[in-house]
């Protein structure tokens, strides 16, 4: 079993940036292959990014260039530093594990309760 915890969430204007982290425990997180997604209010969820046993990784087409996924495998965490946000960023993001990997959510087993990101105009 693997809890997952997201924080750094939070409003920023248009053009900033944050970092979001995600702190597992009960497991660690070398095993897992680690996913982020996002919802929008009336969206369905959607991939982000995600990082790979060997550090590979893979970026939804919206995000590339500008978010950076990473992973701490010594503290247990994996990281999404956001840059040159847009308002269409805003949406609840969720921390993910996956023994499988790959961009479909159902491939993921577990799942963190999210941290809400707000880009304003």
């Known amino acids: 079993q693997v809890q997952l915890i997201e924080s750094g969430g939070g409003l920023v204007q248009a053009g900033g940036s944050l970092r979001l982290s995600c702190a597992a425990s009960?497991?660690?997180?070398?095993?897992?292959?680690m996913g982020w997604f996002r919802q929008a209010p009336g969206k369905e969820r959607e991939f982000v990014a995600a990082?790979?046993?060997?550090?590979?990784?893979d970026y939804a087409d919206s995000v590339k260039v500008r978010f950076t996924i990473s992973r701490d495998n010594v503290k247990n965490t994996v990281y999404l530093q956001m840059n040159t946000l847009k308002p269409e960023d805003t949406a609840v993001y969720y921390c993910?594990?996956?023994?499988?990997?790959?961009?479909?959510?159902?491939?993921?087993?577990?799942w963190g309760q999210g941290t809400q990101v707000t880009v304003s105009s």
């Open positions: 990082i790979y046993w060997n550090g590979g990784t």
């Open positions: 993910a594990a996956s023994l499988r990997g790959g961009t479909q959510r159902l491939r993921y087993d577990y």
């Open positions: 009960g497991r660690t997180l070398r095993s897992y292959v």
